[in-house]
């Protein structure tokens, strides 16, 4: 009895001071960070021109929360960026993945330590660094970084990815981790497509199904066309605890009991982002804001983790009746399904017109204009539009707009804008939004003219841009010396910040315009200093400024310059 009494004491002691050294180092890390795992924004989902690559962790508004190695892994790269991923960090773990994590507000010390003085050595806030000489090891349950809002994030968060370390493809992170859901994704409508004799589609209907419970919806017949019919449904997903519109996982249609569209979102390569507008229907996106995924395309085949049959088109002769029926669900398994049926009626009638083929190159010209179309630009045929005209745009004004659409159309790969004329270095072709806005696009001089690549069809014209970017210095706030940066037309090119003639480490927000430097910076002195701030846009237009500084106080007379 009193041997089994010290063995029992033993086993005690084991578990209350060993047992907590041991669970920490076998402890596996389900989530990048402290806080329950809620999503605002899921892998795949479709955005304007790209799939969503990762999925983004809410942090409850908040910046500076610590992100957790969930397993061992060295630091491969390092990015900081004042648009796309801000702050970014690269780990690469011997299991053959890499995990990828942005808009990052600051790094651990010693990776801070080695990306200041890459960026001092090159005299550049924006750096891409490769880390893997230098050796930098995270153990599982370390901290890698703290959240933050930098590059072009919409707010506080983190983006979290994980990748194939060889093939740079990404994966669905939820293929690694879990989340809490039990909420099915839901369907908004239905909307039918159809296709003309020429190959251009048109959408015809739009229908809201009734849900029935029990996570099924249904509807009346729905009279389609006779001939060539495409479907798309308006889907969204939510989470338990996220009031965010969420992507789905799974989608499959199928029509008289034959699958024709099979999508699963378990991978992407960066390569398919242009196919993003093939699977969605882009106007609906921009005009309502609806995610509307069609099950049709010429080229939906090339999207990885989609199979179709004929390009998903339904044939349908008049007076054929036709059952449909789409299953969608989210990574969790939640389900739900909408049967329907379509019945064919009279077809409409054709009218022949000109159009822009979309399996051959076209050209598209008129008055010193002309446009390239190439090979796999065009997703589908459209009708030909080609003239030149005028409009009010959005600031008042008149121009002379280039028309080739009346709505912008995304590209699969950009054309080639071809202006003919003398223009000088200034000159900038911009496209024309559908609320009258002009967009800059990068322009060059050529033999006779000046070209662009756009990447989206619609309306374009010429202007010069001799505005000069503004520099505006609001102060000192929080040990920062601020200002205010922004171009209205070509956007900023580059920008310095001298510090006592030495180059000095300003820090570009692009989304809020406002670049900062802090004065614990090594080129500020005690007592006065002279800050300097140059400013480029695309266009060549550069505006000086200057400030004399002293710490704790600021001295009057401020000198502004501006270059043209």
Avoid at 119 to 133: C, I, P, T
């Amino acid at each position: 009895m009193f041997k089994f009494f010290i063995f029992l004491i033993f086993i005690i002691l084991c578990c209350v001071f060993g047992g907590g050294r041991v669970q920490a180092q076998e402890r596996v890390y389900d989530s990048p960070l402290p806080l329950p795992m809620l999503l605002s924004g899921s892998f795949g989902e479709l955005r304007e021109t790209h799939f969503h690559s990762g999925i983004d962790l809410k942090t409850g508004g908040k910046v500076g929360i610590p992100v957790i190695s969930m397993k061992e892994g060295i630091v491969s790269r390092v990015k900081v960026s004042s648009v796309g991923y801000g702050r970014a960090l690269y780990v690469e773990h011997a299991d053959g993945t890499t995990t990828v994590y942005a808009h990052l507000l600051r790094y651990t010390p010693e990776v801070n330590r080695i990306v200041r003085e890459k960026q001092y050595e090159r005299e550049s806030f924006e750096v891409d660094l490769n880390m893997r000489a230098y050796g930098i090891v995270f153990q599982s349950g370390d901290t890698l970084a703290f959240t933050g809002n930098t590059g072009s994030s919409g707010g506080p968060h983190l983006h979290f990815e994980y990748r194939d370390t060889h093939t740079e493809a990404v994966l669905n992170p939820l293929l690694f981790l879990e989340i809490q859901d039990n909420m099915p994704p839901k369907i908004q409508a239905l909307y039918i497509y159809y296709m003309a004799e020429d190959g251009c589609v048109e959408r015809k209907r739009r229908i809201v199904p009734k849900y029935l419970g029990n996570r099924k919806y249904a509807c009346g017949k729905i009279t389609v066309p006779a001939g060539r019919n495409g479907v798309g449904f308006y889907l969204t997903d939510l989470m338990n605890g996220s009031w965010n519109k969420l992507g789905i996982y799974r989608m499959e249609m199928s029509v008289d009991g034959e699958k024709r569209f099979e999508m699963v979102v378990d991978t992407c390569l960066f390569d398919s982002n242009p196919w993003v507008n093939e699977i969605k229907d882009f106007d609906l996106y921009r005009q309502k804001h609806e995610t509307v995924y069609r099950t049709f395309g010429h080229y939906m085949d090339r999207i990885p983790g989609v199979k179709i049959a004929d390009e998903g088109w339904v044939d349908m002769n008049k007076g054929e009746e036709k059952q449909g029926c789409v299953k969608v669900a989210d990574k969790n398994g939640n389900e739900v399904e909408f049967c329907f049926t379509l019945i064919a009626k009279d077809s409409i009638p054709f009218r022949k017109r000109k159009v822009l083929d979309y399996k051959k190159p076209n050209v598209v010209g008129e008055e010193g204009y002309n446009l390239l179309l190439g090979d796999s630009v065009l997703s589908a045929s459209l009708p030909y539009v080609g003239k030149v005209d005028t409009m009010i745009l959005a600031d008042g004004k008149l121009y002379t707009v280039f028309v080739v659409s009346q709505r912008e159309q995304p590209l699969l790969k950009p054309a080639r804008l071809e202006v003919k004329g003398s223009f000088d270095e200034r000159a900038v072709v911009c496209r024309i939004t559908d609320k009258r806005m002009l967009v800059a696009m990068t322009t060059q001089q050529c033999e006779n003219g000046i070209i662009a690549m756009p990447y989206f069809l619609g309306c374009y014209t010429v202007v010069s841009d001799t505005v000069s970017p503004e520099v505006k210095y609001l102060g000192m706030s929080g040990r920062k010396l601020k200002f205010i940066i922004r171009d209205e037309l070509t956007g900023i090119a580059a920008y310095r910040g001298e510090v006592n003639g030495k180059w000095g480490l300003f820090e570009y927000d692009a989304k809020n315009d406002q670049l900062t430097c802090r004065v614990d910076e090594p080129v500020f002195v005690r007592g006065r200093n002279e800050v300097r701030v140059m400013v480029c846009d695309k266009a060549g237009n550069v505006t000086e400024k200057q400030i004399v500084f002293q710490l704790g106080n600021e001295i009057n007379g401020n000198k502004d310059g501006k270059k043209n």
